[in-house]
């Protein structure tokens, strides 16, 4: 050990000496993590975006249900008035990370049930989810993609506000009346006429055939229930989904009541966002092997073409290991650089080239969905520190590992043969 830093003196005078060469090397190490940071802060905030349009129609990051409601969907394991007020007190009370203090949760209280829309032109199923017009703005985006009239309000007591593609097909339009059909909570079928007050179009085709909103209130009358079916939460972020689903189920729980983050209640998108996942360390294992046999080769070629060198450093007096351990430490260093070089370069690249997102719109169709949700072609990318972390820390794991070789090889160089090389 106290011979260390000679040994790593006399690495950093060879990086020197073969300047070009280590400049290359390390290039190929920096251009590959920060390409690694790019495609994955990329891919990271496409996947935010998705979540974020997933959970904002209507399941939230997380949601407080009835025990037993998620498998039936059925009125008569609702949330009781006495469980509603236990669910937002306990929202209202749980100590939340700093990051909420400028986008504190939002809670969203939903009567949901499946019935059927009809019109003198048809009938057809529809999902009916009675909201609350204060809150839903800044829950849902379906008040950002109307297409005709507008969104609820407070006293549009029977009205409804329905999909473009359900208008057209039960031949609707804003200000025509139509029939809202659904059995009650005492177990009859009960009729609501309702006046359509506005249209969206979400791009998802499913969605805008089937979704209707219309006043908690008035789904409350119709349907006979006191408390509701979900209370839906949205976080600032998915990343607060599990700390904050565990704090609201342990304090709730007790009362009979499910807790519930957007994995669960929305699977279809979790496996796709998986599934995507899954691709891009497919892609960051090929570059992860690129750039494993660039620094392989860089530092192999470099002990072939020193031999002699080698040799007489072992003549004067450094152990087979010692010697190797140069040619190591050469690693090590250009490891290190490269990685200080490549984050910063990842951050240039997305902070100043794509700040405000990479427009994919001209490359895909119109209204391409992602497991079930409209896909929008800006990604705009999100650096998470510990995908930054993850990166580094594989990177340099590879650069370590692919220095061990040429580190072996010149540790078995024989000093007798070696010094004849020319």
């Known amino acids: 050990m106290g011979r260390l830093p000679t040994l790593a003196w006399l690495a950093l005078r060879n990086l020197g000496r073969e300047f070009r060469r280590s400049a290359l090397t390390a290039a190929a190490m920096a251009l590959g993590l920060a390409l690694l940071i790019w495609s994955r802060s990329l891919a990271d905030g496409a996947h935010e975006d998705w979540i974020d349009a997933g959970v904002r129609l209507g399941e939230g990051h997380v949601t407080f249900t009835a025990s037993g409601y998620r498998d039936s969907k059925s009125l008569d394991d609702r949330l009781s008035a006495a469980q509603l007020e236990v669910a937002l007190r ?42 609350q017009p204060s809150v839903e703005p800044g829950f849902s985006r379906l008040g950002e993609e109307v297409v005709d009239g507008r969104y609820l309000e407070e006293g549009d007591r029977l009205h409804a506000f329905i999909g473009a593609s359900l208008a057209e097909r039960l031949g609707v339009r804003t200000g025509s009346r139509m029939v809202l059909t659904a059995q009650s909570a005492s177990g009859d079928i009960e009729g609501q006429l309702v006046r359509v007050v506005g249209t969206y179009r979400t791009g998802v085709q499913g969605l805008d055939e089937s979704l209707v ?62 599934l995507d996942d899954g691709g891009d360390w497919a892609f960051h294992v090929i570059l992860f092997i690129i750039v494993a046999l660039a620094i392989l080769n860089a530092i192999f070629m470099s002990v072939l073409n020193r031999k002699r060198e080698l040799g007489l450093l072992r003549a004067l007096g450094l152990s087979g290991g010692e010697t190797g351990l140069v040619v190591y430490i050469e690693g090590v260093l250009l490891t290190g650089a490269s990685g200080i070089v490549g984050v910063a370069l990842g951050m240039v690249i997305v902070f100043v080239f794509f700040r405000d997102g990479m427009d994919l719109s001209g490359l895909m169709p119109d209204d391409i969905n992602f497991g079930g949700i409209a896909f929008d072609p800006v990604m705009v990318p999100v650096i998470q520190a510990r995908h930054v972390v993850q990166s580094v820390l594989l990177t340099a794991t590879i650069g370590l590992a692919a220095s061990l070789f040429p580190a072996w090889h010149a540790a078995r160089l024989d000093p007798a043969e070696s010094v004849k090389v020319e």
Do not use: C, K
């Open 90 to 131: 306990a929202l209202g009370e749980v100590e939340f990370p700093d990051a909420f203090a400028t986008a504190p949760p939002l809670a969203s209280v939903r009567v949901e049930t499946r019935g059927l829309a009809s019109s003198p032109d048809g009938a057809l199923p529809v999902f009916i989810v009675g909201v």
């Open 213 to 274: 909103h219309i006043l908690l209130a008035t789904a409350r009358a119709w349907l006979g229930v006191e408390g509701a079916t979900s209370v839906a939460v949205l976080l600032p972020n998915s990343t607060f989904t599990d700390p904050v689903r565990g704090e609201l189920d342990s304090a709730t729980r007790p009362d009979g009541i499910q807790v519930v983050g957007w994995p669960e209640s929305l699977p279809d998108l979790y496996a796709a966002l998986q």
